[in-house]
């Protein structure tokens, strides 16, 4: 490869969700989320999803990191690092408590506002996702989430208010994060993270993620139309998790089955883009028997409503199989229709590394979608172990970012793919959100904190928060 020389103005930063960060998860008159209500649960396996707040549980998100009272010092560490932008959420539940008020809650704004400000204090800029797993849980024993018109309603409200008050501030936004993960509709967390839905016995999920998921996509596309009204120099983006689905093989069945996986996976982006449903979707709809609430003024908001950019995550490649008796829609369900790609290796927790499918999924996207592309998620979790004198000598996780950042520049010089930044997952050591864990660590500073909730949640930096300063420094030339 010739020498790198990416954009100057290319967004090098680190991505975090509030929940997973903030702690503080009653203070300021937040109300509970649905990151509220998970207990942790240990490597592979699911977290509970609890009634509300029961006693005797051990609940990680309550405490996070308590970013909420030690950002300054967060920020300054970030700042050091190099950071030219910060991707972070906010927390819907401490601007809206319950999800239903007509006035949003100052307190919660003020927040942002100095964590904001602190930000730009280092010249970091802000990159800010409206919904990342955090609907009020109200909005879900009262009205079953985004099963529900009127969650849309409230959700337009809670952006009008962010978008106003931090018009200013922050240029760069997303809408929901990772809005496909509940392609996987038969896994309670998905659905409840995305959409606060639970699945009701005898309830055909597929049927119900598809009208939760219209829902959002309206939604973000009635946000997309009021944050351009609002300031029409924001950037308002899509954010999918970006895992390419490989046909297992080169037998035609396996290829149908996973242009099929990825038509299900990408619907979403698919309109937040294009403002139009996919063809084969409305006759998937039909065969299926669907009837869905999809009404002709919502099939114009979302005309009105596209996309300025696509950010994506990028964690791993998946591979699928056709089954012998496939139907002639090639359905696919994600908890069944996976298999093992034997080419990759896998992470601790079973995630297939594969830096390559980056490289693939950046040509996709652009030939799909032709707008600017963000990666706002790309990392390991790992293990890892503070030697007594505080050091933590993570030399996979740089082995693992350099190997993407690689096949990123690779797709940028070579294939000319329009790339806006790169902000990994995660900036510090975070609560996971699928295990809810902290030993499941992302960060490039250390947090001391346990998975039972012990430790001081003192901060130490890492290897990799070297290397990756210097990656920053010569703007990706030296990995
Ligand atoms: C993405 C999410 O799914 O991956 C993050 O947007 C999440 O919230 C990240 O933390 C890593 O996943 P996990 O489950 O290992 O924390």
Redesign the pocket.
Known sequence: MTKISLPKNFLWGGAV?AH?LEGAYNVGGKGLSVADVMTAAGNRDERTITQGVQDGEFYPNHVGIDFYHQYPADVKLFAEMGFKCFRTSIAWSRIFPQGDELEPNEEGLKFYDRLFDECLKYHIEPVVTLS??EMPYHLVTEYGGFRSRKVVTFFTRFAQAVFERYQDKVKYWLTF??IN?QSNYDRAFTLFTNSGIKIKPGENAEAVMYQAGHYEVVASSLAVQLGHQINPDFQIGAMI?MSPVYPATDKPADILKAQRAMQARFWFSDVQVEGAYPTWLTRYFAAKGYDLDITPADLANLKRGKVDYLGF?Y?MSFATAASDHEDPQFSYNESTDLVTNQYVPQSD?GWQVDPEGLRYSLNWLNDRYHLPLFIV?NGI?AIDELTPDHQVHDDYRITYLRDHIEQMELAMQEDGVPVMGYTP?SAIDIV????GQLS?R?GFIYVDRNDDGSGSLARYKKDSFYWYQHVIATNGADL
């Open positions: 969700a997973q990342h797993f994060n990772e993960n998790a995550s964690y927790w998620e979790g997952w996971s959100a699928s295990t499941k992302y």
